[in-house]
């Protein structure tokens, strides 16, 4: 079945950075867009950045020009760096890709941007 796992969240400075990773697998990774949201205690989840199987980007306005996303089809991973935090950054934030248009999410990994 398809399973999406993050890794790398954790706490870091304001102005500092960090690697998100999302390992897949139960799918035909290559084949397929990917998502990374994120969901702050008591606002809605939203997007942060996609990549397209053509690894075409697109990003939210507030992260543009501080985080990139990308893919690595060989390793099924999907990785987001995320630059120059801010506490607004503070989130899960979640993996995310929709197959005959049913999303699939992972568990989730906790990013705290404080100092």
């Known amino acids: 079945q398809v399973q999406l796992v993050e890794s790398g969240g954790g706490l870091v400075q304001p102005g500092g950075s960090l690697r998100l990773s999302c390992a897949a697998s139960g799918f035909s990774f290559s084949a397929y867009a990917m998502s990374w949201y994120r969901q702050a205690p008591g606002k809605e989840r939203e997007l942060v950045a996609g990549?397209?199987?053509?690894?075409?980007?697109n990003y939210a306005s507030s992260v543009k020009g501080r985080f990139t996303i990308s893919r690595d089809n060989a390793k099924k991973t999907v990785f987001l760096r995320m630059n120059i935090l801010e506490p607004e950054d503070s989130a899960i934030y979640y993996c995310n890709t929709k197959i005959f248009n049913r999303n699939y999410w992972g568990q989730g990994t906790l990013v705290t941007v404080s100092s």
């Open positions: 990549i397209d199987v053509a690894s075409l980007t």
